[in-house]
């Protein structure tokens, strides 16, 4: 049974990122409900990020572009919460194969409450990195994205190489890109957990989601076992709804005792 | 419980409308296809297209020349400067081409001036793809030679140029940030072109020249 789910979500993710991929044929106007560049030269959809930047770039203000990726999120997070994150999303995928218990251990000597203030930055990087400074300064989340470095500047330079040349954010890009794959390699679900912009947004939903993680309280014998392998640092029996849980259903593999499950509804 | 459920029905009712009227009623949609995903920001991939340039006589999507463009090119040469809303490199490049030009892109979705360079009339037509008829657009698919790896900021200079012993109009294209003096010697080097080519050239047989050579 627990190997199904995770299974099941392996697979989820696989056929999204396929599905994020199908663009080298065709483009469509639609929109990721999760960060991933269109830059990208298979993307089928556009980036939200960059969709809002475009709405809002330098005081122009678009109010439909604006609403469409906000609209399209919403939608999707008021059903299935941070699912997104854990089922859709082709950089959770990558952070899955990129965390390995050896290296997250050392991540584990961070103080709690270091720990906790960082989770604010994804916060901080949405309102200010992806509507403040594009509207007031022209200075984009985009222009240092480092899964536009990754999706978008790596793939292009190596299907055409020489074709392009660095311009003067690359420098900067290139710094950030660095510290995100450190970031992925040393923190399990490091970018989810501190910087995803997307992840934040789509977090305030698993507020009010129908789908949602529950624990039976009656159950419960409070041996840990579901903290100990929850990727997001939940503290799973305590906290309801929380806006971290990505809904990866391990605390449900975890437990022994039966006492975590999905439920949709209230 | 049952008011926070009618509450989650509620908000995804709201949500998915305002999505479906979005998405269906407005031009939200196409601008997102045309706009953003099949376009390449280059602000986004922190790079620019290589400096080369390269003239061609055909079109990149092998359509005619439209006739505004013949018809201006009895004047001088034409400068086709390409933009979208959100992009970096296309706001230093407006500076720098409004230095050029002496005239003012800022917040300008489409401009048409002249201004005499090189000893000769150089038209440019500033377009914002956010912002223009259909008509407008299309122009940049003419002369996006690079077509899903191009993208903008793009500049193209159509002039006059010499192929098997007739004068036709030959253009060449640059993405990308490029600094003042890239500009200038390109400007130089399309007014050579056109004023060693055009006492020789008929604007009237160029589509007809064009359409035989498909």
């Known amino acids: 049974m627990s190997k199904d789910l995770q299974r099941k979500r392996l697979l989820s993710q696989l056929i999204f990122l396929l599905i994020s991929n199908l663009g080298a044929r065709f483009k469509t106007g639609l929109c990721y409900p999760f960060l991933y560049c269109h830059a990208c030269p298979y993307s089928i959809a556009g980036c939200p990020i960059g969709i809002i930047e475009h709405a809002i770039y330098k005081k122009h203000f678009n109010l439909f572009l604006l609403l469409y990726p906000i609209l399209m999120i919403a939608s999707l997070s008021m059903i299935v919460g941070r699912a997104i994150c854990g089922w859709m999303c082709p950089i959770g995928l990558l952070q899955r194969i990129t965390s390995t218990e050896r290296l997250t251990k050392l991540s584990r000597k961070i103080p709690h409450s270091i720990e906790r203030f960082l989770r604010y930055a994804k916060y901080i990087n949405l309102i200010l990195f992806v509507f403040l400074t594009p509207h007031f300064l022209g200075f984009m989340f985009t222009d240092i994205c480092p899964i536009g470095f990754l999706v978008g500047t790596i793939p292009l330079s190596i299907l055409y190489p020489g074709r392009f040349s660095p311009n003067e954010f690359f420098p900067f890009a290139l710094m950030v890109f660095i510290a995100f794959i450190i970031l992925i390699f040393l923190f399990n679900r490091g970018w989810c957990k501190f910087f995803c912009p997307i992840g934040a947004f789509i977090g305030l939903f698993n507020k009010v989601s129908l789908l949602r993680i529950e624990v039976d309280k009656s159950k419960c014998v409070h041996c840990n076992a579901c903290i100990k392998v929850c990727p997001m640092g939940i503290d799973v029996p305590n906290v309801e709804r929380s806006q971290e849980c990505i809904l990866c259903g391990r605390c449900i593999d975890a437990c022994q005792y039966g006492a975590i499950s999905f439920k949709v509804g209230v | ?214």
């Not at chain 2, 979705?109 to 150089?122: A, D, E, F, I, R």
């Not at chain 2, 012993?165 to 993405?175: D, G, I, M, Q």
Request: contains cysteine; proline residues 2%.
């Open chain 2, 1 to 214: 419980m049952r008011k926070f459920f009618a509450i989650q029905v509620t908000l995804i009712i709201l949500f998915s409308g305002l999505l479906s009227y979005v998405t269906l009623a407005t031009d939200v949609y196409d601008r997102v296809k045309t706009g953003i995903v099949s376009v390449i920001c280059l602000s986004c991939i922190k790079m620019k297209p290589a400096f080369e340039i390269k003239f061609f006589f055909r079109t990149a999507n092998l359509e005619n020349y439209p006739s505004f463009i013949l018809e201006n090119l009895s004047n001088g040469i034409i400068f086709l400067h390409f933009r979208v809303d959100s992009c970096k490199s296309c706001d230093y490049l407006d500076e720098v081409i409004s230095d050029i030009f002496k005239c003012n892109l800022k917040r300008t979705h489409y401009l048409v001036t002249t201004s005499k360079l090189y000893g000769v009339n150089v038209t440019l037509f500033h377009i914002n793809l956010d912002h223009v008829s259909k008509d407008k657009k299309s122009l940049y698919n003419l002369f996006n030679v690079m077509g899903s790896k191009g993208g903008v900021p793009m500049i193209s200079i159509i002039t006059l140029g010499r192929k098997n012993e007739s004068v036709a109009p030959c253009y060449a294209t640059l993405y990308g940030y490029q600094k003042k003096d890239r500009i200038l010697d390109f400007i130089r080097e399309c007014s050579k072109l056109y004023l060693e080519n055009f006492k020789d050239f008929k604007p009237s047989l160029q589509n007809h020249r064009l359409k035989g050579d498909h």
